[in-house]
């Protein structure tokens, strides 16, 4: 199972998320998506899962605290108190969804305009 985690900024469109996915995991389709849970109504990020028809995953900021993410970025950790939502969502909702340990495929990617991130984790037995 893999699951997409995104960070992105107030207002960014589905493509900017939908080509930091493409950087993140090139054909990869995710079986689910998450991100902050501060952030998930965004329209951006509702038209993404229409658009992929995958579930979302809301992550709580307790949650994206606690994920040992590989990128340390100072916005991040002050905004949300992580190094990357992207790699904390993805990381913290796939323990929510199995029981296999869980690693990120990767450090997060940014979109080519720079509006979103994008880290993929998969379940260490599903390759």
Do not use: W, Y
């Not at 100072?74 to 690693?103: D, F, M």
């Amino acid at each position: 199972m893999i699951v997409a985690g995104f960070g992105f900024r107030r207002g960014t469109s589905v493509d900017s998320m939908l080509n930091a996915l493409r950087i993140a995991g090139g054909d990869v389709m995710p079986d689910a998506i998450a991100t902050a849970a501060a952030k998930v109504d965004e329209v951006g990020f509702q038209t993404l899962a229409t658009r992929l028809n995958r579930p979302v995953i809301a992550v709580d900021a307790a949650a994206l605290s606690a994920a040992q993410t590989l990128t340390q970025s100072p916005a991040s950790k002050a905004a949300h108190n992580t190094g990357s939502v992207a790699e904390a969502a993805a990381l913290s909702a796939l323990t929510t969804l199995i029981s296999a340990p869980t690693r990120l495929m990767g450090p997060r990617v940014t979109s080519t305009d720079a509006m979103a991130t994008c880290a993929l984790a998969i379940g260490d037995d599903t390759e």
